[in-house]
């Protein structure tokens, strides 16, 4: 059995709210390529998305985004010291949408998605 090694972070998005989630967007600073979504997390569930960060020079930041029912974008910075040498795991737990559409969430880096979540 062959292993192959993770070159790309990958984002798991995991939602803890009482709704559905949509159109949950990953991106990097100054990012060239076409964002990263995730169309729909049902509540209790768990997505990922991946993003290409190889190329880049320096260290980035890393963004979740979404847009409100209003159709106000509301961003957050993830991680804000991504290299392109990162290729590990990372974990959003999404537990709160609040009144403003905002979402509450905590992040795991280095996540190792083997454990139970």
């Not at 090694?5 to 967007?25: A, H, R, S, Y």
């Not at 957050?76 to 949408?97: E, M």
């Not at 969430?105 to 280095?110: A, C, G, N, P, R």
């Amino acid at each position: 059995m062959f292993v192959i090694p993770q070159v790309l972070p990958t984002i798991f998005v995991v939602n803890k709210t009482d709704q559905d989630l949509e159109n949950i967007f990953i991106t990097l600073e100054e990012y060239k390529s076409k964002d990263p979504m995730i169309k729909k997390i049902k509540c209790g569930d768990t997505k990922t998305a991946s993003i290409y960060n190889r190329g880049y020079a320096g260290t980035k930041a890393l963004y979740l985004y979404h847009y409100d029912k209003n159709n106000v974008k509301h961003q957050y910075i993830i991680y804000d010291q991504i290299t392109a040498g990162y290729c590990n795991n990372i974990r959003v737990l999404i537990t709160n949408v609040d009144e403003t559409g905002s979402l509450h969430f905590s992040v795991t880096l280095d996540y190792d998605n083997t454990k139970t979540h």
